[in-house]
Structures are given as structure tokens and as C-alpha cells.
């Protein structure tokens, strides 16, 4: 303050020794500021040494999200980077206590020795993981990750690892779908090849105010347009890809309806019925599928009463089971869950893939491809598959 006549006015000077435009009084980075350095946030002078426009509790300076406090750009570009699954070239890169990098494996993988169980990570960057034994090394278990679609979109896997099934180390009964390399080309398939499907296909619009994926047989009536496929809801709700070749035993599932998906087999009716409920829908009785099979016109096919081969899949001439066991003899049809049968050429179709076996209602694939079940205390599924249309009646009369 300073006197000025008979009055004491406060004085206006701010003391700022380091120019930066920031009184000494409330300076957190008193004889800091280089003048010659721009904040990150574009500003010609302020507290470089705390600024933190975001929040994130990172100086300007040293952040590469300045204005996210998520820092979801911080995100590394190499999953796992550093853990179990990631790329090293040595042990040294591998960060956990006690991992190895597998230099044998393609671009090397970080591991870590395990008799049944291996450690998780809450780092969103790094994917979960599973005990295996060891493809090189009877008797020794060692930790690869599960396959992830949200860190390796589309095959769930890094490039060169591929996503397939396989048995905890020293708890055979538990399975889980995990990326390891291949010594040759993955082009022969085997009792654990539950390949992952549908990855990214989602519901269009229902029609005529249906649901996501129905159109309407009647007035109060819809039935999905496609072949349902269905996703696994896991414990905090999430929808993660599920492998349409393999049972889903106690998981909880959820049937989709979309265009070019690979439809469920290896299904039975609680599960199916369980898994329309998760969609908030239910099976169709007989008398509404038979309806939408056969049309107003109550057509023997859902095209006409005059059978066209080729229109529907419903006619391959070898039994799959029989074509991969290279067998006829009655021991395999026992088989007839091996994930491979559905997976064989010219076998199961995608859905919407046959555009002319398509009922008046707008549904596809009613007859042929897969069986479908329908709500009957009896346990019955309709339509026929990729194999009969006939033996069990006509089309959509099939059962």
C-alpha cells in the first residue's frame, strides 16, 4: 500500500522475478520459466514445470495426451509390450518377474513358467492369460494370453500366432481359446480347432418395426432374418466372439441375427432357448415357423412348391462325418460334435449367402444349412440342414 494525499490506496505492482506473468505470491515455479519455450498448450509464457490442462496429474510438458485425461493416446501402438504374449528379442525385454522371451517362437514371445494358473494384468494394454503345456517341452507349463479382439481386431491373435483351443496345464477339463504359432500352415483341422467367427458382425435395423435382425410374419409376430449366431456375455456384460463350432456349455450366450455371419451349430434347445431370452426374445412355436417357412401360399419350400436344387443348401452329397473320419463304420457318429465337421468345404454356409432360398416373409436359410429349433416339448428343430432336406419330409415341412 502507499499513502497518496490523506488516503491508503493498494499499491499495483506484482512482483514476477521470472516473467512469466505469474505473481511471486502464487508461483509454483518461482525462477523456472524459460521464456524461449511455448507451453504445450500454445501460450507464450505460464508454469511450465505444472501446468496440467486435463487433469491427468501429467506436467504439459511430458504429456503426450494434453488435452485427454483418459490418456487413451498413451495406449501403446504393441500390445502386451513387455508382457506375457508381447514381442522381445531377449529376456530383457520381458518386464514380469521371472518371464523369458521364446526366441524360437516368430518375433520371439514373453512367457513364464506355470504349473496351472498365470498372472493377470490390469494394464488395459495387455490381454489375459492362460497355462498351457509347452509345445517344445513335454511336462512343463508355460503362459501365453487369450486370444483379444479388442487388441488384435479381427483374428484375435498377432500376426504369425493363431487363435485356437487348448487344455490348462494340469486341469485337462478346463479349455480356453489362446494364440500360439503354428509350426506349418493351420490348414488341417483338428479336435481343438474352435476358430472364432463373426468378429465385428453386428444387427442391422429390424424391419417394419421388428427388433435389430427380424422381420414380421404377421401383425404380432417377428422372426429373425438370419441364422442366429451367438456372442458370450461374460460377467461384467460385455459381448466377447464366440466360436460357432463349439458347445457353450454353462456360458452365457446371446443370439445375433446379421448378414454374413457364420450361424451356431453345436447347440442343443435349452441353450438355444437361453440365448434367445439373452436377446430378449424367445424360439418361435411350430405354427409361426411353419408359417414363415411356407408363406401365406403354404408352399412346400419357402420359394414355391416345386423343389430347385441349389437354391438352398440342402443337398451336399457326403456326409461331412463321414468325409473327414474317412469312414463309414458306426463308431462316428459319435463324433458328430467334432468342430470340424461344420468347418469342411461345402459344407455350412454364411448367412445370407443363399439370396434365393428366402421365404415371402423375408427370412433366410428356413430350409437347409442348419436345423433350427423351434419351442416343442418334444425337442424338435425344423427346416432340415446343409445335408437332408428330405428324409425327414420336404422343406419346410422337415422335422
Not at 503354428?182 to 483341422?189: G, L
Request: proline fraction near 5%.
Amino acid at each position: 500500500y502507499k499513502r497518496e494525499g490523506n488516503e491508503c490506496v493498494e499499491e499495483n505492482t506484482i512482483i514476477d522475478t521470472d516473467n512469466d506473468s505469474v505473481s511471486d505470491l502464487t508461483d509454483n515455479c518461482l525462477d523456472l520459466y524459460n521464456p524461449l519455450q511455448e507451453n504445450i498448450d500454445g501460450d507464450s509464457f505460464g508454469d511450465v514445470c505444472d501446468d496440467d490442462i486435463d487433469g491427468d496429474n501429467i506436467i504439459n510438458e511430458d504429456d503426450d495426451c494434453p488435452n485427454d485425461n483418459l490418456n487413451t493416446c498413451n495406449i501403446s501402438t504393441n500390445p502386451n509390450d513387455g508382457w506375457i504374449g508381447g514381442e522381445c528379442l531377449s529376456n530383457s525385454e520381458c518386464e514380469y518377474d521371472g518371464s523369458f522371451c521364446l526366441t524360437d517362437y516368430p518375433s520371439g514371445m514373453c512367457s513364464l513358467n506355470c504349473s496351472r494358473y498365470c498372472p493377470d494384468s490390469t494394464d488395459t494394454n495387455n490381454s489375459l492369460t492362460f497355462c498351457i503345456e509347452n509345445p517344445e517341452m513335454v511336462n512343463e507349463g508355460i503362459c501365453v494370453i487369450k486370444c483379444d479382439y479388442n487388441l488384435y481386431p479381427g483374428t484375435g491373435c498377432r500376426d504369425n500366432y493363431y487363435c485356437v483351443s487348448k487344455e490348462r496345464y494340469n486341469e485337462a477339463a478346463v479349455t480356453k481359446d489362446v494364440c500360439i504359432p503354428f509350426e506349418e500352415e493351420p490348414n488341417i483341422c483338428t479336435e481343438n480347432d474352435f476358430t472364432i467367427e463373426n468378429v465385428l458382425i453386428e444387427e442391422e435395423e429390424g424391419l417394419d418395426g421388428c427388433p435389430n435382425g427380424m422381420t414380421p410374419i404377421n401383425s404380432t409376430v417377428c422372426i429373425d432374418i438370419y441364422e442366429a449366431f451367438v456372442v458370450e456375455i461374460d460377467q461384467y456384460g460385455n459381448e466377447l466372439p464366440f466360436s460357432p463350432y463349439k458347445n457353450p456349455g454353462i456360458l452365457t450366450i446371446k443370439a445375433k441375427s446379421a448378414k454374413n455371419a457364420v450361424p451356431q451349430g453345436y447347440i442343443n434347445e435349452i441353450q438355444a432357448k437361453n440365448a434367445c431370452l439373452q436377446a430378449g426374445k424367445r424360439l418361435c412355436l411350430r405354427t409361426e415357423w411353419e408359417f414363415a417357412c411356407k408363406s401365406s401360399n403354404n408352399y412346400t419350400y419357402p420359394y414355391g412348391n416345386t423343389r430347385q436344387p441349389g437354391v438352398c443348401n440342402d443337398a451336399r452329397s457326403v456326409h461331412p462325418v463321414i468325409e473327414y473320419f474317412e469312414s463309414s463304420e458306426d463308431w462316428i457318429w459319435s463324433e458328430l460334435g467334432h468342430p470340424c465337421i461344420n468347418q469342411l468345404d461345402n459344407s455350412l454356409d454364411k448367412t445370407g449367402e443363399n439370396q434365393d432360398c428366402i421365404s415371402e416373409c423375408g427370412a433366410f436359410d428356413l430350409m437347409g444349412n442348419l436345423h433350427e429349433w423351434i419351442d416343442d416339448d418334444a425337442g424338435t428343430f425344423k427346416g432340415g440342414y446343409y445335408v437332408d432336406t428330405v428324409i425327414n419330409g420336404n422343406g419346410c415341412n422337415n422335422n
